[in-house]
Nanobody, 115 residues
Framework: QVQLVESGGGLVQAGGSLRLSCAASGRIFSINTMGWYRQAPGKQRELVAAITSGGNTNYADSVKGRFTISRDNAKNTVYLQMNSLKPEDTAVYYC?????????WGQGTQVTVSS
């Protein structure tokens, strides 16, 4: 079993910044991919950014140049630094870990960007 605990969401004005954190615990394998997804009201959940245990990253086009994903393998923690936030970034952000073909999700953290 894997548990993911997210933190760092909140309310911010457009142009501001937030940093999300997600700590994984339980049975964690050394090779995995951790990522952030988001779901806005009435929309499907979408990938925001992902990072492999080797450090390879992948970003949605909508956040490239504004968001940065990073991880601390020793702490099994993934971070998402979000800069230049826009109202369209408003969503519930979910942490995900995928390993040995199985994915696990966090409970989600709300990010609200006011205009």
């Amino acid at each position: 079993q894997v548990q993911l605990v997210e933190s760092g969401g909140g309310l911010v004005q457009a142009g501001g910044s937030l940093r999300l954190s997600c700590a994984a615990s339980g049975r964690i394998f050394s090779i995995n991919t951790m990522g952030w997804y988001r779901q806005a009201p009435g929309k499907q959940r979408e990938l925001v950014a992902a990072i492999t245990s080797g450090g390879n990253t992948n970003y949605a086009d909508s956040v490239k140049g504004r968001f940065t994903i990073s991880r601390d393998n020793a702490k099994n923690t993934v971070y998402l630094q979000m800069n230049s936030l826009k109202p369209e970034d408003t969503a519930v952000y979910y942490c995900n870990i995928r390993q040995v073909g199985i994915g696990s999700w966090g409970q989600g953290t709300q990010v609200t960007v006011s205009s």
